[in-house]
């Protein structure tokens, strides 16, 4: 009966122990590079922290199989660009161009990064807007202390 009660007992700590380290990816107070995957319709980690006046290098990795973007700027910057990205699309113009400091777009396999410092405190966005990915919640809130 002892034996039986140390394997339980092992197996609530591995599972403690693996429960703890996926939720660290949510909310983290993200500091000099931050690595987010893409993937379908989603980013991990999708809630970051940052302190004011903080430079983050975000290195975006893409672990699906479509192309994905990412746009940092608040609620309304990101429905602004929603906008220019569905125009861009309609035209046939897809992707970010690198002169474009704000925002990213990374192909299959690919990855990248884009530096940002976060000025006001409040929340900002991530978000990807390939059609429909928006709309399907692949965003990241920062929320900046």
């Not at 861009?88 to 884009?114: C, F, K, R, Y």
């Not at 000025?119 to 928006?134: K, N, Q, S």
Request: hydrophobic content about 40%.
């Amino acid at each position: 009966m002892r034996s039986a009660l140390a394997i339980l007992a092992f197996f609530l700590f591995i599972l403690s122990a693996a429960c703890s380290q996926a939720g660290e990816t949510e909310g983290q107070l993200a500091e000099g590079e931050t690595r987010i995957a893409m993937r379908d319709s989603l980013f991990t980690p999708n809630e970051l922290t940052v302190r004011r006046g903080d430079e983050i290098t975000f290195r975006f990795v893409n672990e699906g199989k479509l192309r994905h973007d990412a746009f940092i700027g608040d609620q309304d910057a990101q429905g602004i660009h929603e906008d220019e990205m569905r125009m861009a699309d309609d035209e046939g113009h897809g992707g970010h161009g690198a002169d474009e400091a704000d925002a990213i777009t990374v192909e299959p396999g690919g990855s990248g990064t884009l530096r940002y410092r976060f000025a006001d405190r409040g929340e900002t966005l991530i978000g990807c807007h390939e059609p429909g990915h928006y709309a399907a919640g692949m965003i990241v809130k920062v929320t900046v202390i």
